[in-house]
């Protein structure tokens, strides 16, 4: 038994570490304006890649062998304070060990497709180091045993997301987009750090273990109404990042990212990682019913709308995006119904077959190339049915104009915010003795209407 | 042992040193130098007296009469202290350091070493007469560098806020050091002008309008020095948590509350540069106030880690904006300035400073962001959620500035790279705030010794040696203290027993509120006795 928890506490501490390791690796060459080359940082991650998915499957091969029990690995404790403290909690289960082992397994084949596919892009150290980031934030969420763990995963997986959406920044719309995705990670954010405050303030601790036993109704030392409102606000923080409704519009935005980063985040791990955390919590979900019929109406409703989204975008990474939208919100739904191993089935499957997807989209004029020149002439494009009833039409419009959420959010968060502020502002000025109005909004907050276009005019993603 | 008058005149010798040289004929540049390495040397001092315990608590006491205005030492640097002292020395040195040489003048560099001067001697001193003088000479410094006529605007605006704030505050001191006032009308009177007065310097709702205006049209880097420290914070903690009723503290810290929120709410709305970190100032400076008000040991310790990781990354930030204006003029964040590829260290260096403005993981600011949304929410069950949104909204404002500011096609201006000095600046403050957030042991267990005083110092109405604190924080290990059952933190008076409890037996608990004890009563620990402070 100790030999075994010592090779998993060796194993876990190497897929932790690794990632975390590469960050500084390639990072601070960087920031001395002494980057390394391209070889040497495709050669690298590579490697970590390997070392923590072999770590990571090493550790699952343990686990399963030595028919372990769900434990907690403790790695110190990183300060205390008085309702408890932040120590490195690890929890190790078949979920999680599973969920680490495809992670580093997906950003292996991400890492060596990204390398050539970056080849002398400006940026590409940048690149890595974000990917970096990503899957030390992946991987800390996957083996989290403590909610402050989950929390700093969560929002390393928010902020290298963002970057990378804004990884050409050359350009305005990926900017303006990234800010998009940034201001509804950090409502996700905000939901979890909620959750994590009052999960210290009722159970007197932040650990997972104790959270998501599923021992005792409801779950350790939480009321049930403790408990739903804690699940209400991970569901929250769910929706944010996998993009349940009302959050999907950042969805199409994020596509502006280079593809290896929509692979792995929007088509693989990231937009599962809520999905994820759902599968974690599902003992805690199990003891409330407001929080299973709230996760099953927002899955539900996401499944639909991604679906009907999916079937009119003009781009292959948006459509791809919608289409596995889709699929999370189905996930969402068997969460919810108790089908978890389902679900986690369903998870794994649909990531590496959504990763595969993305990676080809790049390729997939010259697919079509060498299937006509196999064919002998052009492939017949599918004709749109000429009759068009009324419902048809709005159909069409609703899922062209992406369900009107952003607008919807526009008009109910957005323009009272911007009307409020510029009320206060101007006020604010007032009472300086200053009767000029040169404040108002800045024209890259997140409050543009529809997806931002980039200098060019043109929508959605780079080839 | 250190000697605590050597040590002082070291203190206020290198600030002196470049208030001579400034009026030399030595060239600005060769001043700049001189600066910086008296900043390094003053960093160094005050490192020292924060690392050794032994020489982390010395007062000069001051007895001529038992004066109760003058209080009970001149000079006093202890667990709370201490750390303070280091912080105004490193803002001195991130100002010196990277100063762009266009802003750079000799008065200026007198003004910067004045100002610390000023900022050491509060921190240093917990006589309500000396922290009045004190007050009243960082707002003449701060007057005096917005003498400029482009920034008269913003020298009325400041002069109307703060010399209110300097007037209620003296008005203030005297009334609650009345000797014949204790208890009285006057004494509540006293300590709501206190309150009015730390509320207006720290830019508190509905008194903050004039930071942002100094940050928009003053000079932001006099508006640096004055805010950054939090002096308001400091008389908060010596002169009103100790005497503030419960209700006082929390209508201030809901106050804090709103403003964390506000300002982080305006600071995503600006289109300004300057005006938005003027906002993003006063969101920090409320987070820091809403701690210090709440009462309760986590929220405390959350504060006063905030207190040093917000005015570090805060000040990193706004010197940031400073060095991109000298190469870029007026800095408008409806543009996309571009410019990463020519300065990835401050682009970086700035996005790190943001996040620990943020509270984000591995920061210094996430230790403290996390202690204070935990004792905020404890505290007011609903309003302390308003912490968790500030966060939200303040990341939001620094990702906007970091994309306006570093992001976007390259226009026709030419990218100047970083200069060494900054670029090790910028790059020394990001790293310390991510080591000091990856291993925050030592702050946090300094913060909780202060923590701990000031709690105590609040149940007894007055503040104590820090000698039998530390004593009993190094007994208990660093973080021990922490351990104690979450109700018993709620009740703090009755959580932490008086000093008097364990130092004078014979005496008993003193009453809060009670006289104040004489020399005789007072426990003497240790060669810097704790000598009661007879302050109100």
């Known amino acids: 038994m100790t030999t075994e928890r010592t090779l998993l506490e060796i194993a876990v501490l190497v897929v932790i570490v690794t990632p975390a390791v590469l960050v500084a690796t390639l990072g601070a060459p960087a920031l001395l304006r002494r980057p390394l080359r391209e070889a040497a940082v495709s050669r690298l991650t590579r490697a970590a890649m390997v070392i923590a998915f072999v770590a990571a499957a090493f550790a699952l091969v343990v686990y399963f062998a030595t028919r372990s029990t769900p434990q907690v690995l403790s790695y110190g404790t990183w300060f205390s304070f008085g309702t408890g403290g932040f120590s490195f909690d690890f929890l190790v289960d078949g979920l999680s060990l599973g969920f680490a082992a495809l992670a580093t397994g997906v950003c292996g084949v991400v890492a060596a497709f990204s390398g050539r596919y970056l080849h002398r892009e400006p940026g590409y150290n940048r690149y890595f180091v974000l990917f970096a980031v990503f899957v030390t934030g992946i991987v800390l969420v996957a083996l989290a045993g403590s909610i402050e763990v989950l929390f700093t995963g969560w929002e390393l997986l928010g902020l290298s997301s963002a970057l990378l959406v804004g990884f050409f920044h050359e350009r305005r719309a990926p900017v303006v987009n990234a800010l998009y995705v940034f201001a509804v990670y950090r409502v996700s954010d905000a939901a979890m750090l909620a959750a994590a405050v009052l999960l210290h303030h009722w159970a007197g601790s932040g650990s997972l273990a104790l959270l998501f036993s599923g021992e005792g109704v409801p779950p350790s030392p939480l009321q049930l109404d403790q408990a739903t409102l804690i699940a209400v606000l991970l569901i929250a923080a769910v929706a944010g990042k996998s993009a349940l409704l009302p959050f999907s519009g950042w969805l199409p935005r994020a596509m502006e990212g280079p593809t290896p980063s929509s692979a792995v985040y929007y088509g693989a791990l990231s937009i599962h990682a809520g999905c994820f955390l759902l599968l974690r919590a599902e003992p805690l979900l199990e003891h409330s019913l407001l929080a299973r019929i709230l996760a099953v109406l927002a899955g539900a409703a996401t499944a639909l709308y991604a679906t009907f989204a999916a079937r009119v975008q003009t781009d292959v990474k948006s459509a791809l995006s919608y289409a596995a939208l889709t699929q999370v919100g189905i996930i969402v739904v068997e969460i919810a119904c108790g089908l978890t191993t389902l679900a986690f089935v369903h998870i794994v499957g649909h990531a590496c077959f959504r990763l595969l997807q993305f990676l080809s989209a790049p390729n997939i004029l010259h697919d079509l190339h060498e299937l006509e020149n196999a064919l002998g002439g052009p492939v017949e494009a599918v004709e749109p049915h000429e009759a068009s009833t009324s419902v048809r039409s709005r159909l069409y419009l609703l899922a062209l104009e992406r369900g009107f959420v952003d607008e919807a959010i526009d008009r109910l968060v957005v323009a009272p915010y911007y009307r409020v502020a510029d009320q206060l502002d101007r006020l604010d000025r007032l009472l300086c003795g200053d009767r000029t109005t040169r404040g108002g909004p800045a024209a890259t907050t997140p409050a543009s209407t529809s997806v931002a276009r980039d200098d060019e005019g043109r929508r959605g993603s780079p080839p | ?536």
Not at chain 2, 372 to 378: M, P
Not at chain 2, 508 to 526: F, I
Request: hydrophobic share 50%; aromatic share 8%; proline share 6%.
């Open chain 2, 1 to 536: 042992m250190i000697e605590p008058l050597a040590w002082l005149v070291c203190v206020a010798a290198l600030p002196l040193v470049i208030v001579f040289a400034s009026h030399t004929r030595l060239h600005v540049e060769r001043v700049r130098s001189l600066s910086v390495g008296c900043a390094v040397a003053l960093v160094g001092v005050t490192v020292l007296v924060f690392a050794v315990p032994d020489l982390r608590a010395f007062e000069i006491p001051f007895d001529p009469g038992q004066s109760v205005l003058l209080g009970p030492s001149l000079f006093r640097v202890d667990a709370f202290s201490s750390m303070l002292v280091v912080l105004a020395a490193a803002l001195w040195l991130l100002a010196v350091a990277v100063t762009p040489r266009t802003r750079l003048d000799r008065a200026g560099l007198r003004r910067a070493a004045l100002a610390t001067l000023t900022t050491m001697f509060t921190f240093a001193t917990v006589s309500p007469a000396l922290l009045v003088l004190s007050w009243a000479a960082s707002l003449w410094l701060f007057l005096a560098a917005l003498s400029a006529p482009a920034n008269r605007h913003a020298q009325r605006v400041a002069a109307g806020y703060l010399g209110a704030s300097t007037l209620l505050f003296a008005a203030g001191v005297v009334l609650v050091t009345r000797p014949d006032g204790r208890d009285g009308v006057g004494e509540q009177v006293g300590i709501w002008l206190l309150i009015a007065a730390a509320l207006i310097r720290k830019g508190i709702f509905p008194f903050h309008a004039w930071v942002p205006e100094v940050f928009d049209r003053g000079r932001l880097g006099p508006a640096l020095m004055f805010s950054a420290p939090q002096t308001g914070a400091y008389v908060t903690v010596v002169l009103i948590v100790p005497r503030a009723s419960p209700e006082a503290l929390r209508f201030v810290a809901i106050l804090a509350l709103v403003t964390a929120c506000y300002g982080a709410a305006l600071a995503l709305y600006q289109r300004d540069a300057r005006r938005s970190c003027g906002y993003l100032f006063v969101s920090q400076s409320a987070l820091v106030m809403t701690g210090l008000e709440c009462t309760s040991k986590g929220a405390l310790l959350g504060s006063l880690v905030l207190w040093i990781s917000s005015g570090l990354a805060f000040t990193g930030i706004a010197r940031c904006i400073l060095v991109l204006e000298a190469r870029r003029g007026r800095l408008d964040l409806s543009r996309h300035h571009g410019g990463y590829e020519q300065m990835p260290l401050l682009a970086t260096s700035f996005l790190v400073l943001g996040l620990a403005c943020t509270g984000f993981p591995g920061t210094l600011g996430f230790i403290g962001e996390e202690l204070l949304v935990d004792g905020a929410v404890e505290a007011f069950p609903i309003v302390g959620f308003f912490v968790i949104a500030a966060g939200a909204l303040t990341g939001l404002a620094v990702l906007r500035m970091y994309f306006s500011l570093f992001c976007g096609r390259r226009g026709e201006a030419v990218h100047l790279p970083l200069r060494p000095r900054e670029a090790i600046s910028f790059g020394a403050v990001a790293v310390v705030l991510l080591a000091s957030g990856i291993a925050p042991a030592p702050i946090v267990a300094s913060r909780l010794a202060a923590a701990e005083l000031i709690l105590r110092s609040r149940a007894e109405g007055r503040r104590v040696s820090l000698v039998l604190d530390s004593r009993a924080v190094r007994a208990s290990g660093p973080c021990d203290v922490y351990s104690s059952s979450r109700a018993s933190e709620r009740s703090w008076p009755a959580a932490v027993p008086p000093l008097a409890k364990r130092a004078r037996p014979t005496t008993g608990a003193a009453p809060r509120r009670a006289r104040a004890p004489t020399r005789s009563e007072t426990p003497s620990c240790t060669a810097t006795t704790a000598r009661s402070p007879r302050i109100r």
